[in-house]
Every structure is written in C-alpha cells, then in structure tokens.
C-alpha cells in the first residue's frame, strides 16, 4: 500500500466494487434491527471520504471517540463476512474450509456418517488441486471420527487412512522444507541483491548445493514444483545466471500449461513466474521471445476464464506495464513508449492502495528514462524529482544512485545551470555515503568530483575518458546490472558522436535483434 499509515478499515472500503458494496448493504439490512445501525452509518460516511480523518466521524456523531475503535473492528469483520459470501471470491481454499465447517457442525450434531460423507468429498477435492494441507487436516478428522465413535466402516478404512496420512505428511514435509528455502533464497535477494564478487556467489552456491541436493523432481507434486523452480531462479538472479533463470521461469510456467486448471487456484503464482520469465529475457537481451511471451502473458489475463480481484488487477497492472517498458527499450521505440504513460499514470491512481511504494517509483524510474531518450528533460526531472522527494520509500541504494546521477545528466542536457554546482554537490556526496560501491559507481563517483572544474571546450575529452574507463565493465559479471538501470554508454557516446541517445540505442537494439533471429 501505498501510505502505512492508512487506516486499514478505510482502505478495505476503498477496494470494494460497486457490486460489493450493494451486496454489504443487503446483508447488513438483512434484519429490519440492522437498518440504521451504528456501524452501517460509519460504513457510508467511510465510502463518502477521499482521505481518512477520524475527526470528521467524530464530528458527525455517529459514535463517541471511545467506542470508534470497537464499532470499526465490527464493521471490519462484518465486511469480511458478506466479502466471504460473494461468488466471485469463491475459490478451492474457501470451498474446502466451508465443507470442513459444515462436516464439524454435523459432527458436533452426532451425524458421524453425514459428516463423513462431506469430508470425503472435500478430501477428493482437495487432492485434485494439490491442497495437501488441507487433505491432511481431513484426514485427521476422519481418523478421530472413526476412532471415537462406531461407524461400522473403520474395518474397510484403517489401510487407507494410514496410508493417505503419511503420503501427505510426507509431501507437506517437502512443501516446507522447500518454502523454506524459497524464503531464504527470497531474503538474501532482496536484502543483499546480486551477488557482487567471487566470494558472494561462491557462498551462495554453497549454501543452494547443500539445500537442494535433498529433492527429486519426480517425487514432487504441482505445487512443490513450482516452489522447485522458483528456488532455482531465486539462485539464478542471485549468481546472475541470466539463462539459467529463463530455463527454470519457463518450467515454472510450462508447469501451469500442463496443467491450465491450475492458474485459477494459483493466479499470483502465474503472473510472478511469467514476470520472471519475461525478465530474464530482458536481462539475455531476446526481444522477439520476451514479444511473444508478453503477448501470450496479456492475452492469458485478459481472457473471460481469468480470475478477477482487485490484487490480481493490481499485479497484471504492474508486470504488463513494466514489460511493456522494457519492450520498447529492447526494440528501441521510445515514441510508443511514452504513448502509453497516460495508461500507467492512471493505473497508478487507481491501484495506489495496492502496489508499494517501491514498485510506483520504480515505474517513474522507468517513465523518466522514456521521456530523457526523447529529450524531454523536463518531463524527466518532474519523475526523478517525485522519487527524491517521497521519503516513505526504500528502494534498492543502486536504483537511488542513478535516480541521482540521471537528474544531474537531465539539469545539464536542459541547461539548467543556474544551482548545477549544488545538484552535483549533493549528487556526490549521496554516491560518497553509499554502502559497497561498484566500480561502476567509484568511477562516476571519480568523475564528478572533477566535473566543476571543467571548461566548455574539455567536454567531450572529458566524457571520451570517462567512457573509456566505464566501457571497460560493460561484460564485467559483477558490474554489468548497473547499465540496466541507467544505459550511461549509449549517452556517452551520443554525446561525444553528437548524435541523438535515441539513435544511438535504437542502432544497438537493431543490432541485437538482428543477432537473436
């Protein structure tokens, strides 16, 4: 979410549909006593608002300031349950926990063979998509109901209970054994990033060859594959194994094609294997295959057999239009790239409740990079500002760098000069503070110290030399990720050509297709 600080009743009100809403306010009128209730008022008054503030509910007198907090947990849980009533949020989770409540009321009724019944057919359909939690919980209240009270078919059942029970105990075993490392794997890249030495990609290596040796793909079930091949591109991107990463994103959605039924019980599971699939292609530079992956990903969500809610809307909003981004750069078509910024801007708006902060600056990361390859500086320095200015956000220390570095090259490419000494100032000693430069970056950092003192007539001697020294990380393992965020090369040399950035990329993603087909 966008604001931690949002109060999370109003936040939920703010994502219900309209549908929802007049749904909620005919269960609640569902008794006459409920019609002017309390908490139905708070709801309305809630919907009306633009901005939480609780002093208008105050104000409203619609309940005192000490009886706030209990009225809106009320009305909290009251939504959760007309929420849990709708069609459209039923899925395979929710209709196994209803059948296991409605068998536990039988139960408790003392109908044994009613409840029976019903969890048998819960357990079947539990096994057929892969819900082996859950098939393990039925099978335990089978096995206390058969071994508490006499249903006359314990001698025709003990073999199947004990052997369904420790073939599911053994699969949640491997489940969480794999989870485990899955999270592990997660946390060293989101905290540690790529691997920036020798030393760090051999610790990781040793610590995945230990953890994985444990597991044969043949005895694992649809789910424990996934979390299989999500553990391999996890340590792919942390080696910066780039094709590696592509093999085992395209198992992980080929297993979903396998097995189709699938992507609606797993939809987030689909949409984050495909957005690595499509990102690896993007790090391999492969256009024509990340197209049609891309294609293939848009035509998938956007069919009617597609799940539908406010999350999934939020996750295909981003990865479509951060692919989309990254399509545009590969091919080298920077106009259509900014046609479709209107699309995004508003996507943000309508999904800001639902997408962190990390990820919208990191979409006007990218628009900013689209308007200053068309040479629209000042439409980039308005989104570089907007994410030096947020400071609720903790994006990746490098992603800040050249946010920084892109706003000093777009004050001077504007010839905004008037407080450029400050921006390259300020610019520097962001670089000088950071944590575990690159050489990339100690290089930047080396050339700006010196850019103050520079004459007009030294310019491009001075960019010809700061490129040479850059030009030689461009295939280092350890610094190459770097031009991914900030494509500095292609500036470099479009300035010391004196050709347009624009032409210089559009001529290398020529090239690369060229070679790729």
């Given at each position: 979410m966008t604001n931690d600080l949002k109060d999370n009743l109003f936040v939920l009100i703010k994502s219900l549909t309209k549908s929802e809403k007049r749904q909620f306010k005919l269960y609640?009128?569902?008794?006459?006593?409920?019609?002017?209730?309390?908490?139905?008022?708070?709801?309305?008054?809630?919907?009306?608002?633009?901005?939480y503030k609780e002093d208008i509910l105050i104000e409203k007198k619609i309940v005192s300031k000490v009886q706030l907090?209990?009225?809106?947990?009320?009305?909290?849980?009251?939504?959760?349950?007309?929420?849990?009533?709708?069609?459209?949020?039923?899925?395979?989770?929710?209709?196994?926990?209803?059948?296991?409540?409605?068998?536990?009321?039988?139960?408790?009724?003392?109908?044994?063979?009613?409840?029976?019944?019903?969890?048998?057919?819960?357990?079947?359909?539990?096994?057929?998509?892969?819900?082996?939690?859950s098939a393990y919980e039925i099978v335990e209240f089978e096995k206390l109901i058969e071994s508490l009270y006499v249903t006359r078919s314990l001698s025709n059942r003990t073999n199947e209970l004990v052997s369904q029970t420790n073939y599911l105990k053994e699969q949640n075993d491997i489940n969480s054994n794999l989870s485990n490392i899955s999270l592990q794997l997660y946390e060293k890249l989101i905290k540690a990033g790529y691997a920036k030495s020798d030393y760090e990609s051999k610790e990781i290596q040793?610590?995945?060859?230990?953890?994985?040796?444990?597991?044969?793909?043949?005895?694992?079930?649809?789910?424990?594959?996934?979390?299989?091949?999500?553990?391999?591109?996890?340590?792919s991107l942390l080696v910066q194994d780039f094709l590696s990463s592509y093999k085992y994103a395209s198992k992980w959605i080929d297993t979903f094609n396998k097995?189709?039924?699938?992507?609606?019980?797993?939809?987030?599971?689909?949409?984050?294997?495909?957005?690595?699939?499509?990102?690896?292609?993007?790090?391999?530079?492969?256009?024509?295959?990340?197209?049609?992956?891309?294609?293939?990903?848009?035509?998938?969500?956007?069919?009617?057999?597609?799940?539908?809610?406010q999350n999934l809307n939020?996750?295909?909003?981003?990865?479509k239009y951060n692919n989309l981004f990254n399509l545009h750069v590969l091919e080298g078509n920077f106009r259509d790239s900014i046609k479709i910024v209107p699309e995004v801007l508003n996507g943000i708006e309508d999904n800001k409740n639902f997408i962190?902060?990390?990820?919208?600056?990191?979409?006007?990361?990218?628009?900013?990079?689209m308007y200053f390859t068309?040479?629209?500086?000042?439409?980039?320095?308005?989104?570089?500002?907007?994410?030096?200015?947020?400071?609720?956000?903790?994006?990746r220390e490098d992603l800040q760098c050249f946010t920084r570095v892109l706003n000093l090259i777009a004050h001077w490419e504007a010839g905004i000069d008037f407080n450029l000494d400050k921006i390259i100032k300020d610019t520097y000693n962001y670089l000088y503070k950071m944590n575990d430069l690159h050489e990339v970056q100690k290089t930047i950092l080396k050339y700006l110290k010196g850019l103050e003192n520079i004459y007009p007539g030294e310019i491009k001697g001075f960019l010809r030399n700061l490129y040479n020294e850059l030009k030689l990380y461009e295939d280092d393992p350890y610094e190459k990720r770097a031009f991914l965020y900030l494509d500095i090369l292609s500036w470099l040399e479009s300035k010391i050509s004196s050709r347009p950035v624009q032409e210089i990329i559009k001529e290398k993603a020529l090239i690369i297709n060229k070679r790729v087909r």
């Open positions: 609640v009128g569902r008794m006459e006593s409920n019609e002017d209730s309390k908490f139905l008022k708070l709801f309305n008054q809630l919907d009306k608002m633009n901005i907090s209990n009225l809106k947990a009320h009305l909290y849980k009251q939504i959760l349950i007309s929420l849990r009533l709708n069609p459209q949020h039923k899925n395979v989770k929710l209709h196994i926990r209803s059948q296991i409540d409605f068998a536990t009321i039988l139960y408790q009724k003392g109908l044994y063979k009613q409840s029976l019944k019903i969890l048998d057919k819960a357990k079947s359909f539990a096994l057929k998509y892969d819900e082996n939690t040793n610590f995945f060859s230990q953890k994985i040796q444990n597991f044969k793909l043949e005895s694992l079930g649809f789910r424990e594959k996934l979390i299989y091949y999500q553990i391999w591109v996890w340590y097995n189709p039924e699938m992507i609606k019980v797993h939809p987030v599971f689909y949409l984050k294997g495909y957005n690595f699939l499509l990102e690896a292609l993007a790090l391999i530079k492969h256009p024509s295959e990340f197209k049609n992956r891309l294609s293939d990903l848009i035509n998938s969500v956007e069919s009617s057999s597609f799940p539908v809610n939020a996750l295909i909003f981003m990865y962190d902060h990390h990820h919208i600056m990191l979409l006007y990361y990218k628009i900013a990079c068309v040479d629209d500086f000042d439409n980039c320095i308005k989104y570089l500002s907007m994410i030096m200015k947020n400071k609720n956000i903790k994006m």
